[in-house]
Nanobody
């Protein structure tokens, strides 16, 4: 079964850090671009970061640039999102997905999205 499973969300104080994980199963993550999106109540879905299949390029939304870092561990078939200096505007459900701007035409296409993990920022 092809799936992505996120973990690592939770409650953190403003200025704190969290690391989200997204484990892939049923397919080889290293063969695909992968990214993170977030959805907050009442707000539009936001693409916040992605990584090309070759790991040669990364994209970050302006809202998270300099604070979030995306990385991949191919041995674990897992992608991570290290979030630092969390702000009150960061709370959302965070999803990992293969449907990202980092996808390159001609690559193998596989559309998968996880169930999400919730991040809350509050003092």
């Amino acid at each position: 079964q092809v799936q992505l499973v996120e973990s690592g969300g939770g409650l953190v104080q403003p200025g704190g850090s969290l690391r989200l994980s997204c484990a892939a199963s049923g397919f080889t993550l290293a063969h695909h671009a992968i990214g993170w999106i977030r959805q907050a109540p009442g707000k539009e879905r936001e693409e916040i970061s992605c990584l090309t299949s070759s790991d040669s390029d990364r994209y970050y939304a302006d809202s998270v640039k300099g604070r979030f870092t995306i990385s991949r561990d191919n041995a674990k078939n897992t992608v991570y999102l290290q979030m630092s200096s969390l702000k009150p505007e960061d709370p959302a459900v965070y999803y990992c997905t293969t449907d990202t701007p980092c996808y390159a035409a001609g690559e193998q296409w596989l559309e998968v999205r996880g169930q999400g993990t919730s991040v809350t920022v509050s003092s």
